[in-house]
């Protein structure tokens, strides 16, 4: 019987990847993820148009620039999804793109990784520095003494510090709700709200008179 229905897969592996080990294909809502036991080390899209697959391919390189990890494109004609799915488990398939770092090349994306990783925080340390200064003017008691003070040699860690900070502002009702909504959505580093965990700073409130 001939197939004459084809899918494009998308199939990532992660360094931990081990095809000689006893894996399993397990189905989500919209792919399926390799597991080594139950610790996922690859996963599969299955797409039927092939410049979908391109975009997601070109995502997915950027989830593979580590050395180890490796994203392929492939076209297998099946009858069903989960069909093409088993394929791409099987390294099935016409392969049609195929990425995998060198060593040397991965060390170049984790310098770049790194580069765009601090001037995201830079960007979001100015607006939590401007978010620390709007609330301590509009509640000029409160005690400043604990404002987080910068770190310029890593402004990752610094974005945790004042994280938590703003958080604590919230919690003692110095932020609004809508406040930190609207906060949130400028964010690029995209830290979790804090303001109900153990994380978030104790700020007392010092109301005005």
């Given amino acids: 019987m001939a197939f004459t229905t084809g899918y494009f897969l998308i199939v990532t592996k992660s360094a931990d990847f081990d095809s000689k080990k006893p894996l399993r294909l397990v189905p989500f809502k919209e792919y399926w993820c390799i597991e080594d036991k ?14 979908a697959a391109r975009r997601l391919f070109d995502f997915k390189k950027i989830c593979s620039r580590k050395y180890g990890h490796e ?3 492939r076209f297998a ?44 925080a ?18 000029p008691k409160i005690d400043q003494s604990a404002i987080p003070a910068p770190w310029p040699d890593d402004p990752t ?11 604590g ?12 909504v609207e906060f949130r959505k400028s964010l690029k580093t995209g830290y979790s709200d804090h303001r109900f965990t ?8 010092v109301p005005n008179d």
């Fill in 38 to 51: 139950n610790w996922g080390v690859g996963d599969i899209f299955v797409c039927e148009r092939e410049d």
């Fill in 71 to 73: 994203t392929s494109m």
């Fill in 77 to 120: 004609r099946t009858l069903t999804r989960a069909g093409a799915a088993k394929k791409g488990f099987a390294g099935e398939g016409e392969i049609i793109e195929y990425f995998r770092p060198t060593r040397e090349e991965a060390e170049q994306y984790a310098k770049e990784d790194r580069e765009m990783e601090f001037t995201l």
């Fill in 122 to 139: 830079r960007e979001d340390l100015a607006r939590y520095r401007e978010m620390i200064d709007t609330a301590h003017r509009r509640f």
């Fill in 157 to 167: 860690r610094e974005v945790i510090h004042v994280d938590h900070y703003v958080c």
């Fill in 169 to 180: 502002l919230a919690r003692c009702g110095a932020i609004s709700e809508a406040e930190m």
């Fill in 198 to 205: 153990a994380l978030a700073d104790e700020i007392v409130m």
